[in-house]
């Protein structure tokens, strides 16, 4: 119960909110490269945020950070509902936890992970702007220029406003994300149809 609690609590946390702390703390003087300092691990105090080849990898890692806590409330209400009578008759026949892993517990998450990976695809397309907008502004250079960034840039920030080019990739954005919904409307039908 209280990993799940943690998880909500993650997963409720304003998306700026999240965006401008962790700005902070990965910035090259923040409260992560100052760990790393007085612990004595100087090389690995480098620019998380403003080395292009680290900016990408350090958002991911703030959106996986935010994002999974939803996956575990999700996973946790369902594994709790699995019959434990499974667990007990595999353990009977002698299953260890490997093989209770990939033929009980698998199979039962099966239908929550389709969901939550399309839901996670869909919420990446959709959010991602927020993580990159408050936290690296799409820098540095175009490291973490994302879609939905780059449609406000060519709208709002372009000295000369582009609205076909920035039309023409929000068209995009909706198709793909127009098939993951279907996809998730179809994932959905088969979990109530279960």
């Known amino acids: 119960t209280y990993i799940g609690f943690i998880a909500a609590g993650m997963s409720i946390l ?6 401008i702390v962790f700005g902070y703390l990965f910035t ?3 409260v992560v ?3 790393l300092r007085s612990l004595g691990l100087s090389l690995l105090a480098i620019d998380w945020l403003g080395d292009p080849k ?9 959106i996986v ?20 009578a499974l667990y007990d008759s595999a353990k009977l026949d002698g299953a260890g936890w490997w093989a209770q892993l990939l033929h009980i517990t698998i199979p039962q998450l099966s239908t929550i992970i389709e969901f939550f990976v399309i839901i996670t695809v869909i919420n990446m397309l ?11 502004m799409g820098g540095p250079g175009w490291s973490t220029l994302v879609m939905e960034l780059y ?5 709002a920030r372009s000295q000369i406003p582009n609205p076909g080019t920035a039309s ?3 068209v995009v954005l909706l198709l793909i994300t127009g098939v993951l919904i279907a996809l998730s409307a179809r994932l959905r039908r088969r979990l109530e149809e279960e």
Do not use: C, Q
């Open 14 to 19: 304003a998306i700026p909110v999240v965006g």
């Open 28 to 30: 090259l003087n923040g």
């Open 33 to 35: 490269n100052e760990i």
């Open 54 to 62: 680290f900016a990408l990898w350090t958002l991911m890692i703030v």
């Open 65 to 84: 950070w935010k994002e999974v806590g939803f996956g575990i409330a999700l996973f946790l209400a369902r594994l709790m509902s699995v019959d434990s």
């Open 126 to 136: 959709s959010w991602v702007f927020a993580y990159s907008y408050t936290i690296t």
């Open 151 to 155: 449609i406000y840039n060519k709208l």
């Open 168 to 170: 023409a990739a929000s």
